[in-house]
């Protein structure tokens, strides 16, 4: 009787520490690990393209002209902010292809606090690209990038998505022609 008590215990406590073995890892590939590398950017935009201050509505009580004029005011500051808003949506759009674009060489990784400075424009730079900033180790500072709205035309870069400049102004990232 008591044999069967022993069986069933010993038989349980194999199947828990079965169970309970460790499983090893299996070995990942170097070139695995940095495809996996993403970076993920939180935007924010001054200058022309900081968001509109929408107007408070008139105080309760005022004369239908000032409140006809402060609905007429907000109006058009939400309709301006509505045109802002999609171009800050094509700015950041244009600044993430370079910074996915720029994660392996520069080694940029995880959450990447961006301030896109300003619109599409033209410059020194002859591309029409928007002006973007963060932080890396790789630039030894601030890194500074314009993300040209369509790939470069021009060399060196061209067919790159835009350029990123270490904080001594040096080309860091698309300043070779793919």
């Given amino acids: 009787m008591q044999f069967k008590y022993i069986i069933a215990f010993c038989s349980l406590l194999l199947s828990t520490t079965v169970l309970a073995a460790p499983v090893p890892e299996p070995q990942v590939d170097a070139d695995v690990s940095l495809a996996r590398r993403s970076v993920t950017p ?6 022309d393209l900081a968001n509109i201050v929408i107007p408070p ?3 309760a009580g005022s004369p239908k002209k000032v409140v006809a004029a402060q609905e007429k005011k907000i109006k058009k500051a939400k309709a301006n902010q509505a045109a802002r808003v999609k171009l800050q949506d094509a700015a950041s759009a244009r600044v993430s292809v370079v910074l996915k674009a720029a994660s392996a060489p520069l080694d940029l990784s995880g959450s ?3 301030t896109v400075t300003n619109d599409f424009h033209t410059s020194k ?7 973007f900033q963060f932080t890396a180790a790789a630039c030894g500072g601030t890194c500074v990038g314009h993300a040209y709205k369509t790939a470069s035309k021009h060399s060196p870069g061209k067919g790159q998505p835009g350029k ?3 904080a001594s102004h040096a080309v860091i990232f698309g300043g070779t022609d793919i």
Avoid: G, K, Q, R
Wanted: glycine share 0%.
């Fill in 164 to 166: 990123i400049f270490s």
């Fill in 57 to 59: 509505p008139a105080p």
């Fill in 42 to 47: 939180h935007f924010t935009f001054t200058n």
């Fill in 112 to 114: 990447l606090a961006v």
């Fill in 125 to 131: 730079d002859p591309e029409s690209h928007a002006t």
